[in-house]
């Protein structure tokens, strides 16, 4: 047999036995194999093949105004569970525009359009503070300068009756004045703003058709 041949057979030998420690190795692949897919985070469950839902994570609409695991968090939560679109954030935005119209209508005395948004027992008790200005004679100019402050101060919920009470402070300014019969200002000042500090209580029941919230008391 010649070196040719001799060299070619132990050639084929070598290749031969790299094929085997290869495949001794990494195995055998038939087909198309799915990569492999990292596990499910704790707390987690898996939708489908590719996609993944983090569950029991924090709601940011609640924590980004009471403090997470208070009993007002877990009021409000109480109201998301009942109306599945509430949104605090879209209370506190509504809240806003519903303080300057009520302020505002108390200071100049008028009440009836702000009647809707207010609770019977509170609307009394504004009405009377009215009268017994005008009986004294007093008139009331008054500009809403802006709101420096809202937030959070109480959550309640009630479920037997799915009644919602939300309490806010407030930090307004405003520039106000009352003036006698003669003209003469005897309250405020119609030059200087002042700020005003209200702690106001508003009620609802969820997954009721009226999206109208009113106000049940006033405070400071």
Request: cysteine-free; hydrophobic content about 45%.
């Amino acid at each position: 047999m010649s070196n040719a041949v001799i060299q070619l057979i132990v050639l084929a030998g070598i290749a031969i036995f790299l094929i085997l420690r290869l495949k001794s190795a990494l195995g055998t692949r038939d087909g198309f194999e799915k990569p492999t897919l990292p596990a499910p985070a704790p707390g987690s469950r898996r939708i489908g093949r590719d996609f993944e839902v983090i569950e029991g994570g924090p709601d940011r609409d609640i924590t980004d105004h009471v403090a997470e695991g208070s009993e007002a968090a877990r009021a409000v939560a109480a109201m998301k569970q009942v109306e599945r679109d509430f949104s605090l954030a879209e209370f506190l935005q509504g809240a806003r525009g519903a303080y300057e119209m009520i302020l505002m209508a108390f200071e100049t005395g008028d009440l009836e359009k702000i009647r809707a948004f207010l609770d019977p027992e509170v609307h009394e008790s504004l009405a009377a503070a009215v009268a017994e200005r005008e009986a004294r004679g007093l008139t009331v100019t008054a500009e809403f300068v802006g709101l420096r402050d809202i937030a959070v101060h109480d959550a309640e919920f009630d479920p037997a009756t799915a009644t919602a009470e939300i309490t806010l402070r407030f930090v307004g300014e405003i520039i106000s004045a009352a003036r006698d019969r003669d003209g003469t200002v005897i309250e405020g000042d119609p030059k200087t703003s002042r700020r005003q500090r209200d702690i106001w209580t508003f009620a609802r029941k969820m997954g009721s058709t009226d999206p109208n919230w009113l106000l049940v008391a006033t405070g400071e």
